[in-house]
């Protein structure tokens, strides 16, 4: 089974299996490659076929570009499968948030992203 926890230094990615949301806490520089375990986590969430998943955001301040290009690309898996309805909710007070967020609308329109 995939860990449903990961953490590193500033960062925390974790899912609460009650509401079926994914927590990104913290600052995300990663490479490339080093977004496998995440990368993971979500492919196995999207395995088990949930009706719904909640991508939480508003706790994230800083994603890099690496990090974006991971949502885009589960996004375009979530295109590919049908299924789940996916929300996101983001933070209007976090720059980067604002920019590429809604981009994920691109590859999967049915998104819903939620700014508070």
């Known amino acids: 089974m995939v860990d449903s926890e990961i953490k590193g230094q500033g960062y925390r990615v974790w899912l ?3 509401t079926r949301t994914v927590h990104f806490e913290g600052i995300l520089r990663l490479s490339t490659g080093e977004y496998q375990p995440i990368e993971e986590l979500l ?3 999207l395995a088990s076929e949930p009706p719904q998943l909640c991508l939480s955001m508003a ?3 800083f994603l890099n ?10 996004a375009i898996a979530v295109r590919k499968k049908g299924a789940p309805e996916i929300r996101v909710r983001a933070a209007n007070t ?3 948030q604002g920019k590429s967020l809604p981009n994920l609308k ?4 049915s998104i819903s992203i939620t700014f508070d």
């Open 16 to 18: 609460d299996p009650s």
């Open 43 to 45: 492919n196995g969430i």
């Open 59 to 61: 706790d994230l301040q």
């Open 65 to 74: 570009s690496s990090g974006i290009n991971m949502l885009y690309k589960f």
């Open 94 to 96: 976090i720059p980067w």
């Open 106 to 109: 691109k590859f999967l329109p």
